[in-house]
C-alpha cells in the first residue's frame, strides 16, 4: 500500500480502498506533513509561476509584487497551507482551469505579504481560500492594502479600476478624478484613503451597485484628507461611514 506522510518519522499507511473505520484512526505523536521552505516565486508574474509540490509551503523571495506561484492540480479533500514571507504580495493561480475563489483562471488571487492562507479543495477544480485578506506583523493582525494610488477619468468607465483589497491609499487626486471599487459582497469591509489635500475623490461603485442613497453607478465624493470606509450588508448596496 502507498505511504502517506509521517509524524515524528514513523510512516502511515494510508487506509484509502479498506473500507470505512469503525472508528477513528488515533495517532500516539504530532501528525506532520509534507512541506517547503525558501521558495522563490517567478518573476513577472505569468501563469503557472512556481509550483508548489507539498502541503505546506513557505515562499521567502517575492522580488517584486505580483510574482506569482501555482497551487498544484486540485482534488477533492486536498488542503494546502501557504506562507508568503516575501516583501511583496504575490499572485497565486489555480493549475491549468482551476479556479480559485470563483475568479478566473487566468487572474489569479493576491496573497499579501506576510500572510498565511488555506487554500481548501471540496470538488476538482475549485479552490476557496481562508485568511486571504489577513496577515501579520510585529505581532499585529494586517489587512490586505494597496498603496501610492493614483485616480483618474472622470466618468465611472474612466476611473482607476482597484483590484480587490481591504484597504486603498489614493495619493494622486486630480479635480474630478476617481476610483472604481471592487464588485460588492455582503459582509466586506472597505477603507479608502484620499490622501491628498487639494480635491475630492469620486469613488464609484461597480456596475450598477450603489452607495448610500446616491443613484445607480452614482460616484461618491470624498473630501481631500479623509478616509472614507464603506460596508455592504447586501450585494449591490454600499454605505459609507
Known amino acids: 500500500m502507498a505511504q502517506q506522510d509521517n509524524y ?34 517567478l518573476s513577472g508574474g505569468a501563469k503557472p509561476g512556481t509550483l508548489i509540490t507539498t502541503q505546506t509551503a513557505r ?16 482534488a477533492p479533500g486536498l488542503e494546502l497551507l501557504v506562507i508568503n514571507h516575501g516583501a511583496n504580495p504575490m499572485t497565486v493561480y489555480g493549475l491549468g482551469m482551476d479556479t480559485i475563489d470563483d475568479i478566473a483562471t487566468a487572474t489569479g488571487v493576491s496573497q499579501m505579504a506576510n500572510s498565511i492562507v488555506i487554500y481548501t479543495c471540496a470538488v476538482a477544480g475549485s479552490w476557496y481560500t481562508e485568511g486571504l485578506a489577513n496577515g501579520y506583523g510585529a505581532g499585529l ?7 501610492g494610488i493614483s485616480a483618474a477619468g472622470s466618468t465611472q468607465g474612466t476611473a482607476t479600476v482597484l483590484p480587490p483589497r481591504m484597504a486603498y491609499n ?13 464588485a460588492s459582497v455582503s459582509g466586506a469591509e472597505l477603507a479608502v484613503n484620499n490622501n491628498q489635500g487639494a480635491n475630492a475623490l469620486l469613488i464609484y461603485p461597480n456596475g ?13 465624493s470624498a473630501a481631500a484628507n479623509t478616509i472614507t470606509i464603506l460596508y455592504c450588508f447586501t450585494a449591490g448596496q454600499w454605505f459609507t461611514k
Open 141 to 147: 493582525q494586517t489587512v490586505s492594502s494597496l498603496d
Open 170 to 182: 489614493v495619493t494622486t487626486v486630480g479635480a474630478s478624478t476617481g476610483v472604481l471599487l471592487p
Open 59 to 74: 515562499i521567502t523571495t517575492v522580488a517584486a509584487a505580483g510574482d506569482s506561484v501555482s497551487l498544484p492540480a486540485s
Open 208 to 220: 450598477s451597485e450603489k452607495i448610500n442613497a446616491l443613484a445607480a453607478s452614482a460616484g461618491f
Open 8 to 41: 515524528y518519522g514513523t510512516l502511515q499507511v494510508n487506509v484509502a480502498g479498506l473500507g470505512n473505520p469503525s472508528g477513528n484512526i488515533a495517532f500516539a505523536a504530532l501528525f506532520n506533513e509534507t512541506s517547503t521552505n525558501g521558495i522563490t516565486a
